[in-house]
């Protein structure tokens, strides 16, 4: 038989004393339900000004969007119009601003003289023209200034002429010069609407 030693409770020792729960006031109660409510109100308003930023970001970026994208459409559009104009203003050079420029081509040799004699006033000048159009331009320019015909001009072409220095007026050459003017024009509105075209497919 093992013999065990007991433990004994000694009743005479004090025991530590047994701490009861804080009593619960109303003042308590107040001050944890208002410190709930900043907390949630705070929480509220932080949550509310990341939605607002979360928000403000999307528009931005759809704005942005729009906006170039209006500006790709508003060229492409422009860059169309005047596509579809040049051929327009091609047409109206040749059948209007050439014949018209033939009609008054006396009168455009003459503005021209008038031009060369207000720069040099007391410079001897005379007009060189086509056989066709002698007569006309002779009768256009201002007194004393001789008007000789140039065998190797052809209609639409004439010659100021002040040695040692010249002054060629040529119909053709004019229309010539726009023309080709209306052809970079529409060279650099085809690239216009290449790059437009370029940046709608990496947009």
């Keep these: ?35 709930g409510y900043i907390k949630g109100f705070s929480d509220g308003v932080e949550k509310t000004r990341e939605a607002a930023a979360r ?23 422009q ?24 009609a008054y081509f006396a009168d455009l040799v003459a503005d021209e003289l008038r031009r060369h004699l207000s720069d040099a006033p007391h ?29 190797a001009l052809q209609p639409g072409q004439a010659r100021i002429v002040s040695e040692p220095a010249s002054a060629r007026i040529d119909i053709e050459e004019v229309c010539a010069a726009l023309k080709a003017r209306l052809t970079a024009a529409q060279d650099a509105l085809h690239q216009t609407e290449e790059t ?8």
Excluded: N
Excluded at 59 to 72: K, M, Q, Y
Excluded at 89 to 98: I, K, P, W
Excluded at 125 to 148: K, Y
């Design 1 to 35: 038989m093992t013999l065990r030693a007991l433990r004994l409770d000694d009743f005479d020792r004090p025991h530590a004393a047994v701490h009861a729960p804080p009593e619960t006031t109303p003042e308590m109660v107040e001050a944890a339900r208002e410190a």
């Design 55 to 77: 928000q403000a970001a999307t528009l931005d970026a759809t704005l942005r969007e729009a906006l170039s994208d209006a500006e790709i459409t508003l060229a492409t559009a």
């Design 79 to 102: 860059a169309a119009a005047e596509r579809a104009l040049l051929p327009l203003v091609e047409a109206l050079l040749d059948r209007l601003f050439a014949p018209a420029a033939r």
């Design 123 to 151: 410079a001897p000048f005379e007009v060189r023209a086509s056989a066709q159009d002698h007569d006309a331009i002779a009768a256009a320019l201002p007194d004393g200034i001789p008007c000789t015909v140039e065998p």
């Design 196 to 203: 437009e075209d370029e940046r709608r497919q990496h947009a």
